[in-house]
C-alpha cells in the first residue's frame, strides 16, 4: 500500500452515464496526478495538479473529461456522456515534488471503469 | 516523437536466476528514468530511478543501468524469486523535470518458473 487511496476501485456503467473518481493522495504530497491505462498499454499522463491549481492537461483528456482538486488534498475525476472507449484503468500518483529525483512519484490501485 | 519502448513483451527465466528487462527510450532529453512493477490488478509499484548523470544504480536485489549514448536502460534482478512475476515498465520525464509527466512504455511480463 503506497498511501494513495482510490474510490471506488471498480466501477460499471452504462454508455451515457457520468461517472465520478476519487482520489486521496499521501497526505504531505501537494503535486496529484491522474493517468489512464488500458489493456496490455502502459499507463499515459492526462492531467496534473500542484496543490489545487490544474497545471497541464493532455489532449487526451476531451472536454468530457474534469479534474478538480479544491483545497489541494483529494482529487476528483469526472467523465461525463461515458463511452465505451473510456473503458480504462484510471490510475491516481502523487509525489512530494516535481516527481523528478528525490521524488517518487507513487500511484494508488486504480480505477476499473467498464463502460457498457 | 517521444517513445520508450521495451525489446521483449514477456521475458520467462528460472526461480533463482538473474533477469533482465531492457527499455529504449527515443527521447535525448530525458533526465530521469523510472522502474515500476505491476501486478494483476494493482496500480504501478516503484521500484528504482536513475537521472542522467549516473550509469548505474543498485537497490536491494535491483540494479538499473543507464546507457545514454545508445539510448538504453535495462533493470537487473538478482535470484528472481516467484513474487517477482509482473509487468515491469520503464519511464521517463521526456525532459521535463519540473512537471512530473511520465512517458511509459508498454511494459514486459516476467514469468517466473518454479
Known amino acids: 500500500d503506497t498511501g494513495v487511496s482510490q474510490d471506488p476501485r471498480h466501477k460499471i456503467t452504462k454508455r451515457g452515464q457520468n461517472v465520478t473518481f476519487r482520489c486521496d493522495p499521501i497526505?504531505?504530497?501537494?503535486?496529484l496526478y491522474w493517468y489512464r491505462q488500458t489493456l496490455g498499454q502502459g499507463p499515459e499522463f492526462l492531467t496534473y495538479?500542484?496543490?489545487?491549481?490544474?497545471?497541464?492537461k493532455s489532449r487526451l483528456l476531451s472536454d468530457r473529461f474534469s479534474a478538480e482538486r479544491p483545497k489541494g488534498s483529494f482529487s476528483t475525476l469526472e467523465i461525463q456522456r461515458t463511452e465505451q472507449g473510456d473503458s480504462a484503468m484510471y490510475l491516481c500518483a502523487s509525489s512530494s515534488g516535481s516527481g523528478s529525483w528525490g521524488n517518487t512519484i507513487y500511484f494508488g490501485e486504480g480505477s476499473w471503469l467498464t463502460v457498457v | 516523437g517521444e517513445s520508450v519502448g521495451l525489446h521483449l513483451p514477456t521475458l520467462s527465466v528460472q526461480e533463482g536466476d538473474n533477469s533482465i528487462i531492457n527499455c529504449a527510450y527515443s527521447n535525448s532529453a530525458s533526465d530521469y528514468f523510472i522502474w515500476y512493477k505491476q501486478e494483476s490488478g494493482k496500480g504501478p509499484q516503484f521500484i528504482i530511478d536513475i537521472r542522467s548523470n549516473m550509469d548505474k544504480r543498485q537497490g536491494q536485489r535491483v540494479t538499473v543501468l543507464l546507457n545514454k549514448t545508445v539510448k538504453h536502460l535495462s533493470l537487473q534482478i538478482a535470484a528472481t524469486q516467484p513474487g517477482d512475476s509482473a509487468v515491469y515498465f520503464c519511464?521517463?520525464?521526456?525532459?521535463?523535470?519540473?512537471?512530473?509527466?511520465?512517458?511509459f512504455g508498454q511494459g514486459t511480463t516476467l514469468q517466473v518458473k518454479p
Open positions: 495538479f500542484q496543490n489545487e491549481a490544474q497545471l497541464e
Open positions: 497526505s504531505e504530497h501537494n503535486r
Open positions: 519511464a521517463e520525464n521526456g525532459g521535463s523535470s519540473n512537471t512530473g509527466k511520465l512517458i
